[in-house]
């Protein structure tokens, strides 16, 4: 395996970003940043062994302050909604701030974990290569309690996966609801709609959502419905299905 920094770019604040790329043996790269650390590209060959990157993004890191897709971000303290924007944890109540839908707190923000510069470090392990990025996170980041010490990583496997490891530890009870927010086109991310790109997703059942995409808590059965996706099927087949769910969050957003 081997590994390469570069420079990412620099912000407007003067912080000057790193790219690093991590490489296997079969010719597979990852890249990622210390801006979030956030996935940029993944560069995998296609039956005729041509490369091409299947991970959206951007190529200036400044752009990735200013935009609400969450682009290959690391999402935390928590990834998706929290209803009224307020949680409780042994007995006490924190509010958040509102940053969705008027009422309600999306990713923790608008204070993002991918805002901000996290310190890496380059690894060999039996699995292949992993670049681990790390940040504190004090007590009241975000209105969360706790001093928090966040790592996540990454790892470029021999067997061309990619492997993503979560580790928070913490002085107080607290959330930890880890994501990453990548976005792929596995035909590469200049190819246009995935709606005919084939899937398989081994769920029996999907959290339904309310109007405002909070999820309630009910786990339902996708047999029948447009969200089943235990035998391979295009995308696009049922996303436009008259079916509550899709109508709601306007097509796929939901947790299988």
């Known amino acids: 395996m081997a590994f390469s920094k570069e420079t990412f770019g620099t912000l407007e604040n003067g912080a000057v970003i790193t790219k690093y790329t991590l490489t296997n043996k079969h010719g597979l790269k990852a890249s990622f940043t ?3 650390g956030i996935w940029l590209e993944m560069w ?3 039956k005729h062994g041509t490369l091409a990157d299947v991970v959206l993004g951007y190529d200036e890191p400044e752009k990735y302050l200013h935009q609400d897709a969450h682009f290959g971000e690391i999402v935390g303290r928590n990834a998706n909604r929290i209803s009224n924007a307020t949680c409780t944890i042994d007995g006490i109540t924190y509010a958040l ?3 969705d839908n008027g009422i309600n707190n999306l990713h923790s923000g608008p204070d993002f974990l991918r805002d901000r510069i996290w310190d890496a470090e380059i690894s060999e392990t039996e699995a292949g290569t992993k670049i681990t990025f790390s940040l504190f996170s004090p ?3 975000q209105n969360y309690p706790g001093n928090a010490d966040i790592r996540v990583s990454y790892t470029l496997t021999e067997d061309d996966a990619v492997r993503i490891d979560y580790h928070m530890t913490c002085d107080e009870d607290t959330i930890a609801n880890f994501t990453n927010h990548a976005y792929f086109n596995l035909r590469g ?3 246009g709609t995935i709606e005919d790109q ?4 081994d769920a029996d059942t999907f959290t339904i959502t309310d109007a405002e995409s909070i999820p309630t808590g009910e786990l339902v059965p996708v047999a029948g419905t447009p969200m089943d996706f235990t035998t391979m ?3 696009g087949r049922d996303i436009d299905s008259d079916y509550e769910p899709l109508n709601q969050a306007k097509g796929y957003d939901h947790n299988w």
């Not at 084939?198 to 997703?201: A, C, D, P, T």
């Open 34 to 36: 210390d801006l979030g």
């Open 44 to 46: 995998v060959p296609d």
């Open 97 to 99: 701030v509102i940053n």
């Open 139 to 141: 007590d009241g980041d």
């Open 189 to 191: 991310h200049k190819s």
């Open 198 to 201: 084939q899937v398989w997703i």
């Open 233 to 235: 099927k295009e995308i």
